[in-house]
């Protein structure tokens, strides 16, 4: 038996075909006709198969530890959450929900929360991961569109990679971008980041620049082209609104400031500004480096300032490009898995937005205000303003900034809930319920992708002991909570009502809209193959590229500039705390590891938690190669192995995000990660945390 199924990891999302054989056993290959991948997989992916055991799952629900009946355990989280709204109102509890779930799941606890108990207190992991990139979106473009397709990056004539190893994070999609190149050596690569990574190896040029710089750096890229012949006057006049303001914040700015402020050369500089400035077609593909900052919005709006100027956008070969972290990142966003978001692309303050949404899910009572942020949302736990927490397939307990505090939360929390397939991790241990979910190769549903494309996740696994898929459980809390409006008889009937509100009173006023899928009957929703959205009447096979009529969903049509002032990240090193910690993924790793740590294939690659230091740093700290060392910074401390590297940039340390306390009894980075946060996007600074550096 052969299926079609989606990678659980990177937001490429890969296209599987899982195989059982006879004897039980479980191949894993790439599927050949899958148009994110073409049947190629990286280590990660091409591992599935080992990662399926049942060791380590959670398979029956339990209450204090003690397994119970799916009755039992249902009705506790019920009445647990009806009694604190009773009491409290619905602000005082939450729910914290993941990218790693699928549309279905994550459409019916925005439902759950948004329009029945009437809280945005809903917010995800993918606030780590894009919020910035949505935010900027919005701003420039009215919406939260990535513009392009996987094939721009296969048509530019020049590859932009700001804050991305993408040979690591997004590797199918590098090894795409390598091959390219090849085929056209026309084709240049610039990688833009402090480290030297894999991904500069297929390089034309690295730019190390200065830790946070990167706004600078754009902005100075859009001075350099304003005085050139590459704006594009006609698309700038006719499609865009601020482009005078955008340019007075610039104003002056030369090659050289911009070079000695992000501490590069002149040079370089020059030949990265000549370069975008000569080449028509431009892909610039952004990642967590620009996300994950205080200022994350505004840099991303610094580089789309750069393609709206000259109107590389909505054509092929070039374009903003927002690569997602997660599998089903951007399909929590088409829910409004967001605090701030709404269901469909709308939005929660938007009065006629909320009344469209309230009709079409019959809903009781809509939060009419944005809900808290995952940063704000722990905090508010921690000082009690929320007294119950449901946590979706999730372990902020290692993931989130400030991870101590986290934990101090939960351990105070009236109710925490915890739904995941995985029975002992650092956030299951602080559950009061904990409810067994399904797993990669049991789910059923869609996910979509960075490009925006729409894939089925298919089972090939019986769902083992007693667990449940997400959506079905969240259901069943509705229906004990009170609630009509959650009697799905399949996951394809939550798909339908998701497709159906995504074209209800629509009009083309708003980008996501998947109507022409809303009546998909059981067979067709089982055999979707993947598509790009919109997915419309007009357009029934998808869309590969938006803005092609160069008409945006402002109010006005017109795309807007933003003028961007750089700032500070939010806390500078000093004498005590003199480097600065930047934190991100290994090659073969996986968020908390609870996957990828099960197989000895990928565990053989980077073992245990490393801070990476320059030569001079590690002299100065006095940390050896391969020794320990304990860094600290004001929030938190832990142990990690020293690796010294003249590809790091002095200065900075770098510390993989997956381990937790295992390892030394302090392998959380998180524990030191400021919790300082993007007042746009409240996405946290996780590439900016002052520490300090000693022996261990
Ligand atoms: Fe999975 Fe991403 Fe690797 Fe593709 S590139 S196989 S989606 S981890």
């Excluded at 059981?522 to 096979?541: E, F, M, N």
């Excluded at 090659?587 to 294939?601: L, N």
Aim: aromatic content about 8%.
């Amino acid at each position: 038996m052969s299926v079609k199924t989606t990678c659980p990891y990177c937001g490429v999302g890969c296209g599987v075909v899982a195989s059982k054989d006879a004897d039980g056993s479980v191949r894993v290959e790439g599927d050949g006709q899958h148009p994110a991948n073409f049947g190629r997989l990286c280590s990660k992916g091409s591992a599935l198969a080992e990662t399926i055991g049942l060791e380590g799952r959670l398979l029956e629900p339990m209450i204090g530890g003690t397994p119970v009946h799916w009755d039992d355990a249902l009705d506790r989280v019920a009445s647990g959450f009806s009694r604190i709204i009773r009491e409290h109102g619905p602000d005082a509890v939450a729910f914290y929900v993941s990218g790693q779930l699928l549309t279905e799941d994550y459409y019916v606890i925005n439902k759950l929360a948004k329009g029945f108990v009437g809280t945005a207190n809903i917010d995800t992991n993918s606030r780590l991961c894009m919020a910035s990139s949505v935010a900027g979106h919005k701003r420039a473009f009215g919406s939260d569109t990535v513009p392009g397709c996987y094939e721009d990056l296969e048509q530019a004539d020049l590859l932009v990679l700001v804050g991305s190893n993408a040979a690591w994070c997004h590797p199918i999609l590098h090894q795409r971008m390598l091959a390219a190149k090849e085929k056209n050596p026309a084709c240049r690569i610039v990688v833009i980041d402090p480290r030297r990574t894999a991904t500069c190896e297929g390089a034309d040029l690295h730019l190390p620049l200065r830790s946070g710089s990167d706004s600078v750096l754009f902005n100075g890229l859009f001075a350099f082209l304003a005085g050139s012949n590459a704006v594009d006057r006609d698309f700038v006049g006719s499609s865009t609104t601020g482009v005078v303001d955008a340019l007075k914040q610039v104003a002056g700015q030369t090659v050289a400031q911009t070079a000695a402020t992000c501490g590069l050369t002149e040079g370089a500089v020059g030949l990265f500004f000549d370069w975008f400035t000569r080449t028509e077609r431009v892909v610039t593909l952004y990642s967590q480096g620009v996300n994950q900052s205080s200022s994350g919005a505004d840099k991303v709006n610094a580089i789309i300032n750069c393609h709206l100027l000259t109107g590389r956008i909505g054509r092929p070969g070039m374009g903003p490009f927002s690569l997602t972290g997660q599998p089903n990142a951007m399909g929590g966003r088409e829910v409004g898995g967001l605090a701030n978001q709404l269901a469909a692309h709308m939005e929660l303050e938007n009065p006629a937005h909320r009344d469209l949404v309230q009709r079409f899910w019959r809903a009781p009572v809509m939060a009419d205000k944005g809900g808290l942020k995952a940063v704000d949302m722990f905090d508010a736990i921690a000082d009690k303003r929320i007294k119950a927490v449901w946590i979706i397939s999730t372990n902020p307990v290692v993931s989130l900034p400030d991870a101590d505090r986290v934990r101090a939360a939960l351990d105070a929390c009236e109710l925490v809930v915890v739904s995941d397939c995985v029975r002992d991790t650092d956030t299951t241990r602080h559950a009061h319920v904990l409810l067994p979910a399904l797993a990669w190769g049991e789910k059923d549903g869609t996910v979509t992708n960075s490009e925006r494309r729409i894939s089925r996740q298919r089972p090939f696994l019986a769902a083992p002991g007693e667990a449940r898929a997400d959506w079905r459980i969240i259901c069943d809390v509705a229906h004990r909570m009170g609630y009509s409006g959650f009697d799905y008889a399949d996951v394809a009937d939550v798909f339908r009502e998701h497709a159906a509100l995504s074209g209800y009173e629509n009009n083309g006023q708003r980008d996501f809209d998947i109507s022409a899928l809303s009546t998909l009957d059981g067979r067709a929703y089982d055999a979707l193959a993947p598509v790009q959205w919109p997915v419309t009447p007009d357009h029934p096979a998808g869309t590969a590229r938006m803005f092609e009529s160069r008409t945006f969903f402002t109010p006005n049509g017109k795309a807007r500039f933003v003028p961007v002032m750089p700032r500070p990240a939010g806390n500078a090193t000093s004498r005590d705390y003199p480097l600065v910690l930047n934190t991100g993924r290994v090659r073969d790793q996986w968020h908390t590891m609870t996957r990828t740590g099960k197989t000895a294939r990928l565990m053989s690659h980077i073992f245990e938690p490393y801070a990476e230091f320059h030569p001079e740093d590690a002299r100065v700290a006095g940390v050896q190669n391969e020794g320990l060392t304990r860094l600290t910074s004001p929030w938190g401390e832990m142990i990690a192995r020293v690796v010294v590297s003249a590809e790091q940039r002095r200065g900075c340390v770098f510390v993989p995000m997956h381990w937790n306390e295992e390892f030394a009894g302090a392998g959380r980075v998180n524990a030191l990660v400021n919790p300082v946060v993007d007042p746009v996007s409240g996405q946290p600074e996780s590439k900016h945390t002052p520490v300090k550096a000693d022996p261990y």
